[in-house]
């Protein structure tokens, strides 16, 4: 029973990171692309594509993380 307990508590860690870096995301898409869009500042500065660029990243890096999390059958593998 502890070894699925601590697996349950990997793979909430990992979503948890998953969900703060998609906060990040949306806080950077949000913030520096779509409001700037819907002001009226309809040209694309470079400060825009910074945040746009950080967006993404964010989101391909929580693409990464969920990567990590694991199954009971990954378990198993690892221990023989």
């Known amino acids: 029973m502890r070894r ?3 697996l349950a508590i990997h793979n909430e860690r990992v979503k948890l990171a ?3 870096l998609n906060a ?3 806080a950077f898409f949000g913030l520096g692309v779509a409001r ?3 002001d ?3 040209a694309i500065t470079p400060m825009i ?3 746009f660029v950080v967006a993404v990243a964010a989101v391909r890096v929580a693409y990464m ?3 990590q999390l694991k199954t009971d059958d990954a378990e198993k ?3 023989r």
Do not use: C, F, Q
């Open 36 to 38: 700037p869009l819907i």
């Open 65 to 67: 993380v969920l990567g």
């Open 18 to 20: 998953v969900t703060i």
């Open 4 to 6: 699925r307990d601590d």
């Open 77 to 79: 593998e690892t221990d």
């Open 49 to 51: 594509v910074v945040h």
């Open 24 to 26: 990040i995301a949306i």
């Open 40 to 42: 009226g500042d309809v």
